[in-house]
């Protein structure tokens, strides 16, 4: 568990995103994308979903990429090379279904397109014509363009305020690709409004789409119920039925609602420790 290596990725306003390599043997053996690990920076901190990024399974290694948004991600940011994690557990959740699908158009946002890499990388793999669409607020919080560009046919970057790429969101090129040509599935990751955007456009085009959902989550073991969410009217528990899940059946409003239950004390905490 101890940290081999540490690159700041993004530093811009507040919102820097890390990226750590882990000695993990077991975990890096079993790894596969869509997984995710539970990790405690410290005995008595809170536990951490994070996407397994990579693994490197002849290092036995995993990568771990993390914005420092909250108490324990601001901990996380602070560890130094050589430093050991107190735990983590995985890999967690299922991994994603990869096969030949098609044509596939992949959609990513914030530190959300941490995530969707490996997945588009492994759909690569098996043979898909693959199109990112990567975007976030400004071009000092893109991360991974390079990396998505190798496993990409395809790449399409966005920025809100226009300082790199497309100017807009993704979601207006995902509409203008669907406007020209058949899409077999899309698959998205990133801020809650941004996956929610994805799943009301794709509806009217009749696509089958995914998301990876962020839920808070405890224990990841489907018993503490933090991280359930409504799919189609039944309450599911994003640690042990997905992350992933179709997107035109997941309950928007209450997953929104949920995951902003502890924004104040979040952010007291953090004042408190002056982190």
């Given at each position: 568990?101890?940290?081999?290596?540490?690159?700041?990725?993004?530093?811009?306003?507040?919102?820097?995103?890390?990226?750590?390599?882990?000695?993990?043997?077991?975990?890096a053996q079993k790894a596969l994308a869509g997984n995710f690990v539970i990790l405690m920076v410290k005995e008595e901190g809170e536990r951490i979903p994070l996407t397994i990024v990579s693994a490197d399974r002849e290092c036995g290694t995993i990568t771990l990429i993390f914005q420092e948004i909250g108490f324990s991600t601001k901990l996380l940011g602070k560890l130094k090379v050589s430093d050991s994690l107190y735990s983590i557990m995985g890999p967690l959740g299922h991994a994603t279904e990869i096969k030949n699908y098609g044509s596939v158009v992949l959609v990513a946002g914030g530190v959300g397109i941490a995530e969707i890499y490996p997945v588009a990388k492994t759909l690569k793999e098996a043979g898909n014509k693959i199109k990112v669409i990567m975007g976030a607020r400004t071009k000092e919080l893109l991360i991974l363009e390079n990396e998505l560009k190798e496993v990409s046919d395809e790449l399409f970057v966005t920025t809100d305020d226009g300082s790199y790429g497309i100017k807009g969101f993704t979601t207006n090129v995902l509409k203008e690709i669907l406007d020209k040509e058949r899409i077999d599935i899309i698959y998205a990751v990133g801020p809650i409004p941004m996956m929610e955007e994805v799943a009301d456009l794709t509806r009217g085009y009749g696509v089958k789409t995914l998301v990876s959902l962020n839920s808070l989550m405890v224990d990841a073991s489907g018993m503490c119920g933090c991280c359930r969410v409504n799919i189609n009217g039944e309450t599911k528990f994003a640690c042990v039925d997905g992350p992933e899940f179709d997107a035109h059946s997941v309950d928007w409003d209450t997953l929104k609602k949920r995951n902003s239950v502890y924004v104040d004390k979040e952010r007291h905490i953090c004042n408190l420790n002056k982190l």
């Amino acid at each position: 568990m101890k940290i081999l290596a540490k690159e700041v990725l993004s530093d811009f306003e507040g919102a820097r995103i890390t990226r750590i390599e882990v000695k993990a043997v077991d975990l890096a053996q079993k790894a596969l994308a869509g997984n995710f690990v539970i990790l405690m920076v410290k005995e008595e901190g809170e536990r951490i979903p994070l996407t397994i990024v990579s693994a490197d399974r002849e290092c036995g290694t995993i990568t771990l990429i993390f914005q420092e948004i909250g108490f324990s991600t601001k901990l996380l940011g602070k560890l130094k090379v050589s430093d050991s994690l107190y735990s983590i557990m995985g890999p967690l959740g299922h991994a994603t279904e990869i096969k030949n699908y098609g044509s596939v158009v992949l959609v990513a946002g914030g530190v959300g397109i941490a995530e969707i890499y490996p997945v588009a990388k492994t759909l690569k793999e098996a043979g898909n014509k693959i199109k990112v669409i990567m975007g976030a607020r400004t071009k000092e919080l893109l991360i991974l363009e390079n990396e998505l560009k190798e496993v990409s046919d395809e790449l399409f970057v966005t920025t809100d305020d226009g300082s790199y790429g497309i100017k807009g969101f993704t979601t207006n090129v995902l509409k203008e690709i669907l406007d020209k040509e058949r899409i077999d599935i899309i698959y998205a990751v990133g801020p809650i409004p941004m996956m929610e955007e994805v799943a009301d456009l794709t509806r009217g085009y009749g696509v089958k789409t995914l998301v990876s959902l962020n839920s808070l989550m405890v224990d990841a073991s489907g018993m503490c119920g933090c991280c359930r969410v409504n799919i189609n009217g039944e309450t599911k528990f994003a640690c042990v039925d997905g992350p992933e899940f179709d997107a035109h059946s997941v309950d928007w409003d209450t997953l929104k609602k949920r995951n902003s239950v502890y924004v104040d004390k979040e952010r007291h905490i953090c004042n408190l420790n002056k982190l």
